[in-house]
């Protein structure tokens, strides 16, 4: 089992920026993967950010590549995600995830542990 604890979300003027982070517990967190995944209302959950087990691979859509930035710190358990230039459709529920794999996963359904999420609000 993971535990995941997200930090960092709040309202922001479009152009600006923030840093999520995500704090994780429980079994050996350098074994798993890591993502960013987003949910927005009326949209599907998209993974806006992806992370292998070593920090060596990552993974961005076309919607926030050159703006978003994923790492992790294996020492400190904890997985980040720095965001700039955001704007309002950046909008959404960011949730940390983990998967039981040691690569990068893109799709929402294959991560296995969620935290609670966190509220971006970008206004325009």
């Known amino acids: 089992q993971v535990q995941l604890v997200e930090s960092g979300g709040g309202l922001v003027q479009a152009g600006a920026s923030l840093r999520l982070s995500c704090l994780a517990s429980?079994?050996?967190?350098?074994?798993?993967?890591m993502g960013w995944i987003r949910q927005a209302p009326g949209k599907e959950s998209e993974c806006v950010a992806a992370?292998?087990?070593?920090?060596?691979?990552?993974y961005y859509p076309d919607s926030v590549k050159g703006r978003f930035t994923i790492s992790r710190d294996n020492v400190k358990n904890t997985v980040y995600l720095q965001m700039n230039s955001l704007q309002p459709e950046d909008t959404a529920v960011y949730y940390c995830?983990?998967?039981?794999?040691?690569?990068?996963?893109?799709?929402?359904?294959?991560?296995?542990?969620w935290g609670q999420g966190a509220q971006v609000t970008v206004s325009s």
């Open positions: 992370i292998s087990w070593s920090g060596t691979s990552t």
């Open positions: 995830a983990a998967s039981d794999t040691l690569v990068v996963v893109t799709y929402p359904y294959e991560y296995s542990y």
């Open positions: 429980g079994r050996t967190f350098s074994t798993n993967a």
